[in-house]
């Protein structure tokens, strides 16, 4: 089993900052890619962030110059500082991993996409 827990989310006015944390834990041999969604209320799911595991980036537009993401691969951890805030950012951010869990898999290219329940971030203006 695995899990990935999202924490660092609430309430923040235009502007402002917040860094959310992703913890993954449980049965993993290795993280090839970890990233960050966000879904705002009517709308689907999207890309925020991803970093890989040899640390390439990608971010979407609207957020590039304002959200970093980076990682702490000995605590299979990764982060989502979000500065300059907007209320357009408003939406429940999820944490997602794209692992292996043992040498096998990894070995098979049989990677998983793993979720965290989400954190609500809320920007007021």
């Known amino acids: 089993q695995v899990q990935l827990v999202e924490s660092g989310g609430g309430l923040v006015q235009a502007g402002g900052s917040l860094r959310l944390s992703c913890a993954a834990s449980g049965s993993i041999f290795s993280i090839s890619a970890m990233g960050w969604y966000r879904q705002a209320p009517g709308k689907q799911r999207e890309l925020v962030a991803r970093?890989?595991?040899?640390?390439?980036?990608n971010y979407a537009d609207n957020v590039k110059g304002r959200f970093t993401i980076s990682r702490d691969h000995a605590k299979n951890t990764w982060y989502l500082q979000m500065n300059s805030l907007k209320p357009e950012d408003t939406a429940v951010y999820y944490c997602?991993?794209?692992?292996?869990?043992?040498?096998?898999?990894?070995?098979?290219?049989?990677?998983?996409?793993?979720w965290g329940k989400g954190t609500l971030v809320t920007v007021s203006s």
């Open positions: 997602n991993a794209f692992l292996y869990t043992n040498p096998q898999a990894m070995a098979d290219y049989y990677g998983m996409d793993y």
């Open positions: 970093i890989t595991s040899g640390g390439s980036t």
